[in-house]
Structure formats: structure tokens, C-alpha cells
């Protein structure tokens, strides 16, 4: 009984360094990098988690869907001013996957941590896994604000 887990890098985020840090700000809105230089700028890794389990292959995040790479705007909308996203070639979640061996539609789980855009913005490319977990919270809070219209799937 073999279980091996898979780093896979889906992308960097570029955000105010107030966001990860929890730090309060002198400027109620520094999480929106308005009125802070580039130096409270920090970049951080984008990762999602592939596991071969006995019982299946589990996927833990998404990271950055790849229109990212086209149009920022499109993809995140208003969240362009808080987050910048970047996706190489090679490091969508997808191209990654398939590098593994493995098709898209292989997955047996796709378990959302939240559903912050840099965690679930690449649902779209693993919509054909067969079943999708996240919390009840996360749940609601996505219907309520459309978050999950892209993928089409419903999470259970």
C-alpha cells in the first residue's frame, strides 16, 4: 500500500505583504496595495497537492487557472488590484497532472482548502474530476457571491 503525495507549483501570487502577515496597517485598505510603494509587495508560491492513495487519486487545490496568463482582468476581475498572478508554461494544474501520467477526469476527489482565487481559480481545469469537497462555509459563501459559476460542477 503505496501513497505518494506531489508538490506541484501552481504558480506565485504577488499581494500587499500585509495580507499572509496579518499585520494591521496604519491604511485600513494596505491589503489592497493602495497608497503602499512597491516594497510592501511580497511573492509567494501558489501550490496544490496531488495524491496516489490506494483508494484513488485525491487533488488538494487548484492554484491558477491558465487564462491568467492572457488576462488577468478576465480571470479575477476587481481582485487584479490586490492580486497579481503569474503562471508559467508548464505549471497549470492540468499540464501538470498530465506530465504525472495522469488525465484530468483520473481524479477521484478535488478537495478545495478555500476558495481564495489562488487556491480554486483552475477549478475549470479539472472539471471532470469526479467528486469536489469544501467546507459548508466555503460553500455558501461562494453560491452567495457566484465564485463557483465557471466550473459548472456542484461540491458536495
Not at 491604511?27 to 509567494?44: C, D, E, V
Not at 496568463?69 to 498530465?98: C, D, F, H, M
Not at 463557483?148 to 460542477?153: E, N, S
Request: with cysteine.
Amino acid at each position: 500500500m503505496t501513497i505518494k503525495i506531489h508538490v506541484l507549483h501552481t504558480g506565485l501570487v504577488t499581494v500587499d505583504k500585509s495580507i499572509p502577515a496579518h499585520e494591521a496597517a496604519i491604511n485600513p485598505l494596505a491589503f489592497t496595495g493602495i497608497f503602499r510603494s512597491h516594497k510592501n509587495k511580497i511573492t509567494l508560491p501558489v501550490s496544490s497537492y496531488l495524491i496516489e492513495h490506494p483508494k484513488g487519486l485525491v487533488l488538494i487545490d487548484t492554484g491558477w487557472n491558465d487564462l491568467v496568463r492572457t488576462s488577468q482582468r478576465k480571470e479575477l476581475g476587481l481582485q487584479v488590484k490586490i492580486n497579481q498572478a503569474y503562471l508559467p508554461a508548464g505549471w497549470s494544474v492540468r499540464e501538470q497532472i498530465e506530465s504525472l501520467g495522469f488525465k484530468t477526469s483520473d481524479i477521484d476527489y478535488v478537495m478545495l482548502s478555500h476558495l481564495h482565487s489562488d487556491h480554486a481559480s483552475g477549478l475549470p481545469l479539472v472539471a471532470d474530476a469526479k467528486n469536489f469537497l469544501t467546507s459548508e462555509e466555503e460553500w455558501q459563501t461562494a453560491t452567495n457571491y457566484g465564485t463557483l459559476q465557471k466550473c459548472g460542477k456542484a461540491l458536495i
